[in-house]
């Protein structure tokens, strides 16, 4: 179940180039605080893979709901 709420959440995140010194910047947009950047697409992917996996653990460990993705 755990799997599958991050594959839909992954499938939703939005990336973009920007001016920085990562340049790569990903998001996803349901998800407040859940982005990160990186050198690359791929590491931007990895990072932000990270980053909603351990969103979803503090959700979790302070009892806060976690929104549904697609509904």
Do not use: Q
């Not at 799997?3 to 959440?9: K, L, M, P, S, V």
């Not at 995140?13 to 010194?21: G, L």
């Amino acid at each position: 179940m755990l799997n599958e709420y991050i594959t839909a959440a992954i499938s939703t995140a939005k990336f973009e180039v920007i001016e920085d010194k990562e340049p790569y910047y990903g998001e996803i947009p349901s998800l407040p605080g859940v982005w990160a950047t990186g050198n690359s697409l791929e590491e931007c992917k990895k990072v932000l893979l990270s980053v909603l996996e351990e969103w979803i653990g503090l959700r979790i460990r302070f009892g806060k709901n976690i929104p549904p993705i697609h509904g």
